[in-house]
């Protein structure tokens, strides 16, 4: 600490945040937040100390993918094909390029449903992929 010394108005105050409990202090930063429009500096660790016990924040869900040609299989005409219906902009000699050069990205930042739906259509025609 430092040896500035404040006003007793601010020391009481500080005094009476100190014995508050996590879920309290929580409360305290969103009501600054709401009130003023500032968020204090330890609001963000109160909030993690405030979680009820055995339920750790959740890890948030990816919103974007990266969809991966791992190996293109047996069957690359099948998997150019599927590669055409996922990317129509590509000619067929630039589908095959790609899938010749597998492992390749294919989609990058893409929801995870659009993901989703190439990762099935790459599968359906014999392909590995790999959602990042």
Sequence with gaps: MSDKTYSEKITKIA???????????AELAEYMEDKFGVQPMAAAPVATAAAPAGQENQAEEKSSF????????????????????????????????????????????????????????????GAKVELK
């Design 66 to 125: 990266t969809v991966v040609l791992a190996d293109a299989g047996a069957n690359k005409l099948n998997v150019v094909k599927a590669i055409r219906e996922i990317k129509p902009e590509l000619g067929l000699m630039d589908a095959k390029k790609l899938v010749d050069s597998a492992p390749k990205e294919i989609l990058t930042d893409v929801k995870k449903e659009e993901a989703e739906n190439a990762k099935q259509k790459l599968e359906a025609a």
């Design 15 to 25: 005094e009476q945040i100190e014995q508050l409990t996590a879920v309290e202090l």
